[in-house]
């Protein structure tokens, strides 16, 4: 072939002879750059048609080529019909560009190019929708070219043409309609008026017919209102305006059919909102919400229509007047949509709620009004079901508020606390709802329900950090909550504000119970909340991070126990509900006086322990009023605490080294112990606040405060010593603030799920319960299995001495009892039976209660890891953290073999977590250690053997993870004169530094622990263990390195053998170890590791024909095959003077073993080979393989290929006489035969004329039609030809055999 080149073309490849080459389109006239466009803006990526189309423009702005810019137009009007759907818009917006920027080239050039080829007259039947979205994407880009509003008689066309595409809604769908409206947005009046009014006559006469068509009447008379005048439209619809009694049937229907169009896209359509302006316009708002949205579209069942009204209703807000709002959030489709919001809370359930949740929030961001903002929180806030509102507590719509406005709505959620309006709720009430009501089955007053709603809603204003909020305005919430939760006003006093708040309903427990979660709900929030205000003082404490204070430096729940005080000290004003005794009066008397000190000493100097006794003291005061029994002797110990605290302090100021100093405890260690005591109760925002006291005290920690806190995670201690008191049965055991704050959900799904379930879903709920029923009842009888022979030989004695039982001889089987006897036995018996079910419900009590003092025990354990946590991550570099590896691995040891519940693998699953990330991993560690390398050591040979004595790997893994964090921790830090080198240097002093740790006893105690797994045939060891200490230890590497190396060999089984290998092979890849071991003693282990391996593998040669499948065995061999194949790569990169002769004559010897098998053992095996010169030999091919491979120069046409061919035929069939000739062909000098025969019946009239072998096949017919229903060969198919005919087993590729072959193929069977 030759190649041919043009000045403006790119390489063509040609023949030698073609024929004359006809350029219609002008291609071959162009450069191959500006061709690229084109291809370019087909593509399916967006940023590279964007490319396209840019660098398009600009070459022709600088081209100034009239043929160009003519071939681009005829160009890009011919891709606006693309096969390509994804092209089409490209060329689109490419025309409108290019016709933008050349304004010379006039519209109606592109568009009669449009008309011409993409006419939906002459184009085929196939290439309609191509057609179509050619003739729509030309007038797109006509549009988008900002042009259209110079040339009205283009406008024209454009419409009639999108006119006679609205047609073809099958392709289309309402896209020319759209289109048709944005051309009228951008048409100037005159336009409209002199041309197109004209034009679209016939749309807007008829604009009630279709959405499409009404929407472009009220975007017509929306942007020319002065051509379409009342009277003008009176003229066009016979009523000078839409919204009109008459017309609302038609604007109806045309909704609904707006409703389906857009089911799937789950948008608005904009017809809605146009008709929507048009009512409000108008002044027929009225008439068309009720008639057309409520009467109209709700009446029909929820669907498309009952979702166009929900978002018609989010979109209308910013239009409406504040009457207007006030009207539609009270009217049916609020209540319709909550209706939808409760029921839609099942799986499954297409949820609308997010979608009005973005409606309101950009309402509301938007809106400056303060009286319309307050109206549509107060509308969605009374929307509500059997008196539980509707939206969620936690609405994060609440952060778009004004600060006015959210003063405003915290003052009207307390009003409704304190006086429920309910006749001013917009309530509902599902159908199992009101069956329920029915049936006297109503568990909750509306009253209640509403409550319960507004605590959570007040809460979560004060957690939102979205919420711009001021200090007073949570100080305001925070004491409502309070004083309602633990007083009651008695009589109104000005210096009280909350006393002037009268209930209309009183509150029950169940509402108090919610308030004081939710007091301490709002204590926990105020702890961590961040400086609130925009002054520079408020932006310099939160730029530091400054949490839980005000502006001021105090504390939040500082000012709650103050406005508490300040009730105590007025009890003709705000009654208690819960008086305080003497004692706990004293003690909240001396909290304050504490407290007051405290705050005066920490003007003077801030110190740690001042912050965290205010903090403890404060907290303790405050939780009196919850649970005074249990928190006055704690404040009795924090009195004591503080007391010697600062009596340790006065005396280090007059003598610093006295005697008896140290018999006291140290303040922080009666800190730890009040911790431990608080931990115990179940409270959030206890456990909080500890965690934060607890990482203030954390420098001061001794190891008598640490080993406190150790004590309580002891599996081996008994746990009565944990402090922990185990709550009443009926009393809960989770977190008190966490209960009841997010109820709302799950009471919505609970009315919903109670309306939507079916009868099958109760069934199988009774179902469950009675088996559960039947579980609980064999309990029992479980328990009682053990005392059942007590209980037998009690019965026993019963029967004997009422003499109801037959002994053997005394012949009284047939007397009978009288009634008296009978009365007496009963009696006995069932005091006998009653004193038994005694037993068997105390035995269930107290196992009941051992379980859930287990639960409890548990959880105070998880909520103490908190605190070995905060330690380690603050004092990592402490000494103390030393004390902790052992009892963090009896934790996880105690885990590991204890029971599988929940709560127990999240108890191990944490502490496995602390030991191995912030202990073990931690890049803080103790570096110092001098003083305690003996002790050290101890605990090292301590956990390794008792590492080596386990019976779990998993437990065995975090053992021999502490040894090396003691051997980590013995080495310390590099020097400084070492540090300042290089890191890329390696030098043997560097890598040989290990600080304090003993050198020969610590490498006899890891050589004890590989001996060990190597010898042992069930050692909890692994080899992972080993080769982390390689890697982080050199210099231990290089000192058990000929114990590992001897084992190669010597390892009681494969697998130890092979991870011997292992081992060595790290090592001899270890840049380091390398160092090390640098000269004689490199050469030395190169030798003795190839003899080793020449030993291990002369083995190999004679066990494999054994153990050739055992898949150990393979490992073994494939790990020795890769240290094999390291150390000589090593030996002759570096040319050291090692002898390979061995080792080479045992590797040929293993060629016909491993040599020509296939698979990563000879991949390795020809790899090592490869470096003694020895190439992988090729393999000779089979007499198959080389028929495969040898293909005939030219197929003779009609003949299949040998593996087509069907063979192993045992059953013979009858055949014809022409059959016979035919299967005479595979005979010698027979095959031109049959291909004669084929190309007969190939000719025209072939298969008519018949011939004499047509005639002649009739009589043998049946027997051939049996064959065909079961071939012969049938049973030797080759595989994935079962399903094929016989007639399809000698045709050609592609080809369908005609009637006559298919006959033919039969009788030649």
Partial sequence: MANVMHADMGEIETEPVRPKVTDAKGILLQNREFLDFFWDIAKSEQEIRLKAIENLVEYLKNSNKPDELKYTLKRLVDGLGHTREIARPGFSLALGQVLSVFEDVPLQSPLDLIKEKHNLETVKKKLIRNALFGNFFGVLALSQSNRLSKEPQVVLQCVQLLQSLSQHREHLKDLPRKTMVDILNETPVEVFEEVLLRALKSDLSSAFSTPEQLQLLLVALQRFPQVLKPKKLNKLLGTSTIVTPDNIPKLTEVMRIAARSVKKDKQLPGVALDLLQVSLKEKNFELFWNETIINGMLKDPPGPTHYLAFRLLGSALPLLSLSQIKQVLSGDVMRHYGEHVVSAQLPDRFKFAPEMETNVGEFLRGCPDEDKQMAVMKGFSLLTNQGYPVVPSVWRVVSHLQPQVLRSYVSWLQDMFLHPHMDACLDFSTRRQKENQEEGGQKESSIFRLRKWIIPRLVSIVENSQVKKEEDLVMDIARFVFFHAFFSAAKATPDIPETKGVLSVPLDDRTRAVLVNGCFGILQHMNHLPVLGVSPEAEALNQRRVRGVRLDGSMWIYFLVQFADSLLKQPQHACSLRPFSTLQRQAWDSMLSSVATLRKRAEKANSPEGRVFQQLFLLVGIHLFKAPDDFVELMTDLQSCMQKAQERKSKRRKKAGAEGEEEEPHWAEVVVDILLSLLSQPSRHIRQVCKTVFTDICPHVTARALNAILDVLDPDKDEEDSAVVVTDDGKKSKDDDQDEDMEEDSDASEDESDEEEEDDDDDDDDDDEEEEELEEEDEPMQETAEVDQNFRIELMKVLQNQNAMATEGDGSEDEEMDDEAMMKLDGSIAALFLEQKKKTEAKKHEKERARKEKVLVRDFKIKVLDLVEVFLSRQGSSPLVLGMVEPLLGV????????????????????????????????????????????????????????????????????????????????????????????????????????????????????????????????????????????????????????????????????????????????????????????????????????????????????????????????????????????????????FPVDLQRVQGVLRGLSQVLGFRSGQLADIYWAIMKHFGVQKPKLPKTKQDVQEQQAPAKKKKGFLPESKKRKNRKKQVPVSEKGAAVASADQPGGGEGRKKNKNKRKRPGAAAGGGAGGGEEGPSQPPVKKAKAQPPGKKNQPPGKKNQSPGKKNQPPGKKPSKQKRKQSEGGQ
């Fill in 892 to 1135: 996880i040891e105690a885990g590991m073999s204890s029971d599988t519940d929940q709560q127990e693998q999240d108890f191990l699953r944490k502490a496995a977590d602390i030991f191995r990330n912030q202990l073990c991993r931690a890049k803080l560690y103790c570096r110092t250690v001098s003083d305690r390398q003996a002790e050290l050591h101890d605990l090292l040979e301590k956990l390794l053997t008792k590492t080596q004595k386990l019976s779990d790997s998993s437990v065995s893994l975090y053992f021999f993870s502490a040894c090396l964090y003691l051997v980590k921790v013995l080495r310390g830090a590099v020097p400084a004169s070492e540090e300042n080198t290089k890191s890329d240097i390696l030098t043997v002093e560097k890598l040989s530094f290990l600080g304090s740790v003993d050198l020969e006893r610590v490498t006899a105690m890891f050589k004890e622990a590989l001996v060990s797994f190597m010898t042992r045939r069930k050692s909890p060891l692994t080899g992972h263990m080993f080769t982390d200490l390689f890697t982080r230890f050199p210099v231990l590497c290089v000192k058990l390195l000929d114990t590992a190396v001897d084992h190669i060999t010597a390892g009681v089984r494969d697998h130890q053998q092979g991870q011997a290998s292992a081992l060595v092979l790290g090592a001899v890849q270890n840049r380091e170890v390398q160092v090390l071991l640098a000269g004689s003693p490199w050469t030395d282990l190169c030798h003795r590791v190839l003899e080793q391996l020449s030993t291990s593998l002369e083995a190999v040669e004679k066990e494999m024909a054994v153990q050739s499948k055992n898949k150990v065995f393979q490992e073994k061999v494939l790990k020795a095959l890769e240290l094999c194949n390291a150390l000589v790569k090593i030996i002759n990169k570096q040319k």
